[in-house]
């Protein structure tokens, strides 16, 4: 009898095996059929179902995983410690993919709390940082280290009476990789730089595809990772930073947004499957990147992303809001829907060799939290402009108005100057001031790439890029430039694609000329704009192709506390 049961438990669980392996096989040739067969809403917009379906984001706890078992490690290590800072445990690059960061394990028979140095070769580029609370038991993040030195970082113990005491500790760390290139720095006046408190601020330059890593007041690396990254480099408001990556090292396209840190501990990731359509033939499918230029994070936490749709005809058109807990997409905004709709069928200035039509080239958006709207720039339209983020209604148009129909002219900013030159092909539109009433009056700063695709042209065009700041009266609907920064440097520092222009600190702009000299070159420059006095100044050469940098950004190493948690991340929603 036992026999006979068991044999039928065996078969029982063959039959589901068989049958669940065959509903999934069902359900992909299934999923495959939609994707081909695309739903369209009306000619050339696919319906927002449609929509969700060629992104289909999905949790990844791999990586999540992955580090929980590190941190777990780390934290049975320093319980088992002895006590005494002779006894600490250091180890380099704990996380196993930012190798100039460490973690110092470490007991002390009193309550103490920590101050951390990682000694520079200058004094405005040792790093310094106080750890909060008085404790007994500490972890404290190490980051700044210098490549290939055996590099010395100080922890000075105070108790709670003033009582002191110092340890240093030594770690040594290896080469950086070949394809970050070289770094030549041309200016550097530490004193007017915007470094920050303990000079904890680096500056990022952030890659296209390939290596990010940030630079120190002396054009040293002091921060990469061995994670490839494309784009997507920011700091989120819980202090972490929110990056464009690949699923596994051996991909080809960047389809995994992960939340992780300076150390590179994953607390979340969503992958994206990428499978579109292709342009010539269209019952084909070929894996895409799904997110390209941008990534922000909303008030409510959820994170707005610029995405390809999934079209076989169009691309760089669309953003998305996904559920910051699960991934799941809430709000999906078609740009075709909102723009003229001869500004994508007659598109003419670009071509790509997929033959796909990327009419809008969305490379940044920021979201203006006092009115609710949504500001966003697109490089092949020459344009910036603002929607009501929940109505998606058009507010204003930052333009030149050549060949912008007549019924979208009363949206156009009026120039409040015969002088005004509208920018062309320009990236990274930021808020970096508004009135407070209602914000009415904001200030804008952007790269001015001034490579005009679709409006603009002018005798000026092609002859430098710059970082310019406009001044804009949303209600009268005016627009003023009050600073631009650029063109004295002439046509060496022009560039036909990429580069950014941010305020930080000090009255200092960072302005990143990423694809000069036809992107053999991208150069980082800091200039106090009160008197165009440039205080730092990086040339990067020697890269791999295709890594120009996408931005240059100054970033806090510490934007929180010193001390990394040693607690598990949880991976259920």
Request: charged share 20%; aromatic share 10%; no cysteine.
């Amino acid at each position: 009898m036992k026999k006979f049961w068991k044999i039928s438990l065996g078969v029982l669980l063959i039959l589901i095996i068989v049958g669940g392996a065959a509903a999934y096989h069902e359900r992909h040739k299934i999923r495959r059929y939609l994707l081909v067969h695309q739903q369209y809403q009306k000619t050339d917009i696919l319906r927002l179902s449609q929509i969700k379906l060629n992104l289909r984001p999905a949790l990844s706890t791999k990586n999540t995983t992955a580090t929980n078992h590190l941190t777990t490690t780390y934290r049975r290590e320093l319980h088992q410690l002895p006590t005494g800072p002779q006894h600490a445990k250091v180890i380099v690059n704990p996380y196993q993919t930012s190798p100039l960061s460490g973690l110092i394990l470490v007991k002390t028979a009193a309550k103490t709390r920590v101050t951390l140095t990682v000694h520079g070769d200058r004094p405005a580029t040792t790093i310094t940082k106080k750890l909060s609370g008085y404790k007994t038991a500490h972890s404290v993040g190490v980051l700044g280290l210098y490549a290939n030195r055996t590099n010395r970082v100080t922890l000075t113990f105070t108790q709670k009476d003033g009582q002191t005491s110092r340890t240093t500790y030594r770690l040594k760390t290896g080469h950086t990789p070949k394809g970050i290139g070289k770094n030549t720095l041309k200016t550097s006046n530490p004193q007017q730089m915007a470094l920050g408190t303990g000079h904890t601020k680096l500056t990022f330059a952030v890659s296209s595809q390939g290596y990010t890593y940030g630079l120190d007041a002396r054009g040293k690396i002091r921060w990469y990772s061995t994670n490839k990254i494309s784009h997507i480099f920011k700091q989120l408001s819980n202090h972490h930073l929110l990056i464009l990556t690949k699923i596994s090292p051996d991909e080809h396209k960047y389809n995994a947004l992960r939340e992780t840190d300076f150390y590179g501990r994953v607390y979340r990731q969503y992958n994206f499957s990428g499978l579109f359509p292709t342009r010539k033939e269209p019952y084909k499918l070929a894996t895409n990147t799904v997110i390209h230029h941008d990534a922000i994070e909303l008030p409510n936490h959820n994170l707005l992303l610029t995405v390809d749709d999934g079209s076989s005809k169009y691309v760089e058109d669309t953003m998305i809001e996904i559920n910051y807990k699960t991934g799941k997409i809430v709000k999906v905004i078609d740009l075709k829907r909102i723009l003229p709709r001869s500004a994508y069928t007659t598109y003419t200035g670009t071509h790509r060799p997929d033959g796909k039509i990327d009419w809008f080239h969305q490379n940044s958006m920021v979201y203006d939290k006092k009115r609710g709207e949504l500001i966003v720039s697109g490089r092949n339209q020459d344009m910036i402009f603002a929607i009501n983020y929940k109505t998606t209604k058009l507010q204003w148009i930052l333009a030149a108005p050549q060949k912008l129909p007549a019924s979208y002219q009363h949206y156009l900013l009026n120039p409040q100057s015969k002088q005004f030159r509208y920018s062309g092909g320009q990236h990274a539109v930021n808020l970096i001031h508004q009135s407070q009433h209602q914000g009415a009056t904001i200030e804008l700063e952007y790269y001015d790439n001034n490579v005009p695709v679709t409006r603009g042209k002018t005798k000026q065009s092609k002859q430098w890029s710059a970082g310019e700041i406009v001044t804009i009266n949303q209600l009268h609907k005016t627009v003023k430039k009050t600073w631009s920064f650029g063109k004295t440097l002439g046509k060496r520092n022009f560039t036909n694609i990429v580069g950014s222009s941010y305020a930080v600190g000090k009255g200092n702009t960072l302005i990143g000329f990423g694809y000069a000299d036809n992107g053999k070159r991208s150069e980082f420059v800091e200039v106090n704009r009160q008197t165009n006095q440039i205080v730092f100044d990086v040339d990067r050469t020697k890269f791999a192709h295709g890594d120009w940098s996408y931005r240059a950004q100054r970033m806090n190493l510490y934007p929180g506390s010193a001390t990394v948690s040693l607690a598990t991340i949880t991976t259920s929603n």
